[in-house]
């Protein structure tokens, strides 16, 4: 179901290409080293949570924009 076919009264959104990284993450893989999962999901969230017309192609880090 496209944006044109969506049911009356349902918002659609236009997906925003983006990446982010969170650094090292203290989980069982990492042998719990790195910083906790909480804080590593704020930039995700961040970036999840971009407004339209926002940032396209970027990669993201808790800093902001990283260049590449």
Known sequence: ???RDSPPGH???RALPESDGPGLV???FTGFQG???HEAAATAIRVATLPDG???GSFLNDDGVVPW
Request: aromatic residues 0%.
């Open 54 to 56: 926002g940032l396209t």
């Open 1 to 3: 179901m496209g944006a």
């Open 35 to 37: 910083r906790p999962p």
């Open 26 to 28: 203290a989980i069982d």
């Open 11 to 13: 918002h659609t959104h």
